[in-house]
């Protein structure tokens, strides 16, 4: 059977089938191919050409602009990563990567993005290390009290403690002493002291 001739408006001048390329109507990028069937006078279906996008190299797919095929990077479904916040998203367009963002992974939340690679940035790192160091020996406190509450209460209440009592208020306060004696600006090597064994 013979092949379709278009003119120069892409307009049948002899009935036959041809080989159409189609692409979206929203992206242009490449959907496939389908032979149709032309009648004089009849043009080319809707969002397709006669023209051969050829095969993409790796990582591009074929883009109708106006009346050619262009290459454009394709890195659909990739997890990129922001280099101002560190959010991760998912590319969803045709085209490079949008400026600010990278596929490389940042390590730890304070990374910072020097032009070409993340670099963590140790102070801020260390600061929140101390940070949590410093709630952690609060928490600690905070138990450690509540464990002698009672002998407290005699206390204030003038009661005269039991000798037990007295032991455990004694060993528990030094044992605070001790936790606030830590310097936690030296974490991640920072050695906890041990609770009054049997005292809570």
Do not use: C
């Not at 036959?16 to 032309?38: C, H, K, M, P, R």
């Not at 043009?43 to 454009?72: C, M, Q, R």
């Amino acid at each position: 059977m013979a092949s379709a001739v278009l003119d120069k408006t892409k307009i049948a001048t002899r009935e036959g089938n041809i080989t159409v390329y189609n692409f979206s109507a929203q992206t242009g990028e490449y959907t496939g191919s389908s032979d149709e069937y032309l009648h004089v006078g009849i043009g080319l279906p809707a969002h397709s050409t006669d023209i051969d996008p050829g095969a993409p190299a790796n990582g591009y797919i074929p883009v109708f602009a106006g009346n050619k095929w262009e290459p454009k990077e394709d890195h659909r479904g990739k997890t990129v990563w922001s280099t101002s916040d560190l959010t991760a998203s998912e590319i969803d367009y045709i085209g490079a990567i949008k400026d600010g963002f990278v596929t490389a992974a940042p390590a730890t939340q304070y990374d910072k993005w020097d032009g070409s690679k993340w670099v963590t940035d140790t102070d801020a790192q260390h600061a929140a290390e101390v940070a949590t160091a410093g709630l952690y020996a609060q928490q600690l406190v905070d138990t450690a009290m509540q464990s002698i509450s009672v002998i407290q209460l005699k206390l204030q209440a003038g009661r005269t403690l039991t000798d037990a009592e007295t032991t455990k208020l004694n060993a528990v306060l030094d044992y605070i002493d001790a936790v606030n004696a830590v310097d936690t600006t030296t974490v991640p090597d920072v050695s906890w002291p041990e609770p009054p064994a049997g005292k809570y």
